[in-house]
């Protein structure tokens, strides 16, 4: 039994996210149905995550089992010609049995991109605010999540982890562009929608709309219902896999 490790990235736009789905366009489905084929054989990734439906991933790992003697130049061409255009295959490597891409991994990293300047163009691939945002004040709002903390009021209800306490390792605020920002969050792991909902209470805090310790009570009373704000997910990307 082979275990093949493949790097790749893809645009979120136009996937139902990254999990497989029955009927359903999947990031995962679409590598895992031209695996198939050519390899014959039932092909089950592990990754290192999975993305919401509209998020991108600058990097994604993922490995797979395969009886396959197919050679891994052949399987890198075919990979290469036939995944569709939305997805890029960076790297492939055959690893040791015992790599898991999704419990290997030391470190997480998420960029999200926001930017205060309408543009058709860009708008798959940022999200967009009426106002100018002060990355300082940005950052400062943000400072309170670096470290341990149980993160369970920024989680989706539906999220099946069995403890909801992360590490997050450092925030990072900075301006991009005179329109944009870029906010660069790294951690151990994260909880389903977590990011987006750290940057949906972050906005929301930042144009008044939750008070200015709102994220601090968050935090503080993991067991007491708040309101969840969610950003959207075409700004966010994931970043970086560290292993």
């Known amino acids: 039994m082979r275990n093949i490790k493949i790097v790749y990235r893809y645009d979120g736009s136009m996937f139902y996210g990254f999990q497989r789905q029955p009927e359903k366009r999947t990031v995962q489905g679409e590598i895992e149905k031209l695996l198939d084929v050519v390899l014959k054989d039932k092909i089950d990734m592990i990754s290192s995550g999975r993305t919401d439906r509209g998020v991108h991933a600058l990097i994604q790992v993922s490995n797979f089992h395969t009886n396959s003697t197919i050679p891994l130049d052949k399987l890198k061409y075919v990979l290469t010609r036939g995944l569709p255009l939305d997805i890029e295959l960076l790297e492939i490597e055959e ?19 926001i930017s205060w300047e309408r543009d058709p163009f860009k708008s798959r691939y940022e999200t967009y605010v009426n106002k100018e945002i002060d990355e300082e004040r940005f950052q400062k709002i943000l400072s309170v999540l670096v470290g341990i903390h149980d993160f369970n009021n920024f989680r989706m209800s539906d ?10 390792y450092s925030i990072e605020v ?9 906010i660069e969050i790294m951690g151990s792991s994260f909880l389903k929608s977590q990011i987006r909902i750290i940057i949906g209470t972050a ?3 930042y144009f008044g709309n939750l008070p200015e310790d709102y ?4 935090l503080k009373n993991p067991d007491k219902k ?6 959207e997910p075409n700004g966010l990307y994931l970043s970086q896999v560290n292993y």
Do not use: P, W
């Not at 690893?95 to 991109?113: L, P, T």
């Not at 999220?159 to 997050?168: H, L, N």
């Not at 900075?174 to 870029?182: L, P």
């Open 95 to 113: 690893v040791e049995e015992s790599f898991n891409s999704r419990f290997d991994a030391k470190s997480r990293g998420y960029s999200y991109i």
């Open 203 to 205: 906005l929301n805090i």
């Open 159 to 168: 999220c099946g982890s069995k403890t909801s306490v992360r590490e997050i």
């Open 226 to 231: 708040h309101l969840k704000k969610v950003a």
């Open 174 to 182: 900075k301006k991009i562009s005179e329109f944009r920002i870029q």
């Open 215 to 218: 994220m601090e009570s968050m």
